[in-house]
Structure formats: structure tokens, C-alpha cells
């Protein structure tokens, strides 16, 4: 396990993702499961499979439908998945910058894959929702 994100597996996970359809089907599941057991990571490991999602979700080399898993909600979520929630979305923010990134959580095609993380079934979520991304420093989105 390596203490800092190495840039080279990403770019390399990213070429596996964009050769074969089944290696880009191995690190979607892969993402659901991992994001499942998160908070078992510690948070060097965490930070280090987040900076991996991160970039494959921001290269498009993994579906963002990966991401209809992830629910919104102060019953649903642990530290561990927070902090996920929010190294992703912060590293997305950086990689794109906030004004792509809202584009495409409102791209209508998108609906599905953000859903759970923009809720608007419970206003309780919502307002969860809310202000955890305003507190995260991406109320914007």
C-alpha cells in the first residue's frame, strides 16, 4: 500500500477501462463494492481509492451510473462514506471545476446515476444533502 495516490495507476486503470469493456465492468463493480466496505479503509487507503475512482470517473473511462448506489442521507451514511463522498467530489471539482461539474449532475441523461446523491424524495435528505455539499465547499452544485 503506497502512504500517497500514485497518478500512474490511475492513468493505467484508466487504459485497462478504455481497452476492453470488461476491465472498465471489473472497476464498476469494483467501486460499488469497495464504496459497500469503505469504513473498514483506513484513511490513507480511503484517500487513496478515492483519488482512483476520482480520476476514472473524471476521464469517463467508468460509467457514472456507478455512482446510483451512493444515497444521501444522515441514516445512510457513515463517516467513512462522507469523507469519500467529499474527497470525490472535491477532486472531481478540481479535475473539471464546479461549472462542468454542475453540468453534468443536471445533464437529464445523468438523472439516475445522481439521484441518490441530489435527492428530492424527503426533504430531510434534501436539506442533508444541502449542507453537506455547502459544507464541503460545493453548496453551488
Not at 445512510?76 to 467530489?89: C, E, G, H, N
Not at 453540468?103 to 441530489?118: K, N, S, Y
Request: proline residues 2%; neutral net charge; hydrophobic residues 40%.
Amino acid at each position: 500500500q503506497e502512504r500517497t495516490y500514485n497518478r500512474f495507476f490511475g492513468l493505467l486503470a484508466e487504459r485497462f477501462c478504455r481497452l476492453k469493456k470488461e476491465f472498465q465492468e471489473c472497476f464498476e463493480s469494483s467501486f460499488r463494492e469497495t464504496y459497500d466496505i469503505i469504513h473498514r479503509f483506513d484513511i490513507t487507503k480511503l484517500r487513496n481509492v478515492v483519488q482512483l475512482f476520482s480520476h476514472l470517473l473524471a476521464t469517463d473511462a467508468i460509467s457514472w451510473n456507478v455512482l446510483s448506489g451512493m444515497k444521501m442521507s444522515e441514516d445512510d451514511m457513515t463517516s467513512a462514506s462522507r469523507v469519500f463522498v467529499k474527497q470525490m467530489f472535491q477532486n472531481l471539482s478540481e479535475a473539471w471545476g464546479v461549472k462542468k461539474m454542475f453540468e453534468r449532475i443536471t445533464d437529464p441523461t445523468m438523472q439516475e446515476a445522481f439521484e441518490g446523491l441530489f435527492p428530492r424524495d424527503n426533504p430531510k435528505n434534501t436539506r442533508f444533502a444541502i449542507n453537506f455539499f455547502t459544507l464541503i465547499g460545493l453548496g453551488g452544485l
